[in-house]
């Protein structure tokens, strides 16, 4: 039912500004690929399926959910562990962190001592809030300094919009972002041509240092409403107005990519638009 892609970047900073502006066109390309409305032998109210496996691995306890005080849990979390991002890691994405992250303190301060930058260390302490889902009898005992299985565990069973990969130890692969919001379609063809799609939108992004940044609760706003029937059509989403202004990174392919300078952009940055005019644009 999903149709997903992990793109390789060539540093760590260019991966994280990837992770951010891929994070705003989640919801777009969502809406653009739904092919889920029926479940089960019924047809349903909605088009896509992002909503209906979310609520199917959501194993929060009455507690996290903020349904009871806290007592025998530790952290009110408020996704399910399917659902969308919860921060941007670039410094171009910190102003537009504008929803509550609950981490595990205890791993965010571990981080900090490390060397490892506020941004991404609260992004990793975010993913350890939950508890892993399976655990291998064989992967039990492992040389942390040599393995990351235990860390891939976690990681691998939060299954947000887009997934952040670092390289495995010992490994030539390198920074990576997955993109995991798209439907699985009918035919290859389909598939083929929405992969192609991201993949060239991906060096549009790199080669014009574009900037889809919003706050990430009008990205959430917009994973709701590209769920809902015919939203392809008919749905309003928050998009940035000028995707030419703002914090704009020096990207060089040749060297390691940087986070610009914020600019100032004024007030209101985005606005409610269709995906027609988000992908094609309007007259003035």
């Not at 986070?259 to 007259?283: H, P, R, Y």
Request: charged share 25%.
């Amino acid at each position: 039912c999903c149709l997903q892609v992990t793109f390789q970047a060539c540093s760590i900073d260019e991966a994280r500004y990837l992770y951010d502006q891929l994070a705003t066109i989640c919801p777009i390309v969502m809406a653009l690929s739904a092919a889920s409305p029926f479940y089960r032998g019924y047809v349903s109210d909605i088009d896509c399926r992002w909503g209906v496996i979310s609520a199917s691995v959501d194993d929060r306890t009455q507690e996290e959910r903020g349904l009871k005080p806290l007592k025998n849990n530790k952290y009110r979390i408020f996704k399910s562990r399917y659902d969308s991002i919860d921060s941007y890691l670039s410094a171009c994405g910190e102003k537009y962190n504008d929803i509550e992250l609950t981490i595990d303190e205890e791993i965010f301060k571990q981080l900090l001592g490390a060397g490892i930058d506020k941004l991404l260390a609260q992004h990793i302490a975010h993913l350890f809030i939950r508890d892993p889902l399976s655990v291998f009898e064989e992967k039990l005992h492992l040389d942390d300094e040599n393995e990351s299985d235990h860390f891939e565990n976690l990681q691998s069973t939060n299954w947000q919009t887009m997934r952040f990969k670092p390289p495995p130890p010992n490994s030539e692969i390198g920074w990576r972002v997955e993109f995991r919001p798209m439907e699985v379609q009918l035919t290859d063809f389909e598939n083929a041509a929405y992969v192609v799609f991201v993949v060239l939108l991906t060096r549009v992004i790199l080669s014009y240092k574009l900037d889809f940044l919003i706050p990430l609760s009008k990205v959430d706003e917009n994973m709701k409403v590209a769920q809902e029937r015919n939203a392809v059509l008919e749905g309003m989403f928050y998009f940035r107005k000028d995707i030419f202004k703002g914090c704009n990174p020096v990207l060089d392919g040749n060297t390691a990519a940087q986070n610009g300078v914020q600019t100032d952009c004024g007030t209101e940055e985005d606005a409610l638009m269709s995906i027609d005019t988000i992908i094609n644009g309007k007259e003035r």
